[in-house]
């Protein structure tokens, strides 16, 4: 049987922890920061964990060896 391989899109968008949790960069942050209000700018640095069920998708499909 072929080996699984990670989706490459998914290797930089997310990181899984050592409990077994997906974090994810907030969206929202790559151009058009004028648009954007400061608290938006402000609330959106940093990452995020998934929700527990997105994340086990993202685990099954998009990462199956992380």
Not at 16 to 45: D, S
Request: overall charge positive.
């Amino acid at each position: 049987m072929p080996k699984l391989k990670t989706k490459s899109g998914a290797k930089k968008r997310f990181k899984i922890t050592g409990t077994g949790k997906v974090v994810y960069a907030q969206r929202g942050k790559r151009h058009g920061m004028i648009k954007r209000t400061n608290k938006q700018i402000r609330n959106l640095r940093g990452t995020a964990v998934m929700f527990k069920t997105d994340g086990d998708n993202v685990k099954k499909f998009f990462l199956p060896n992380g």
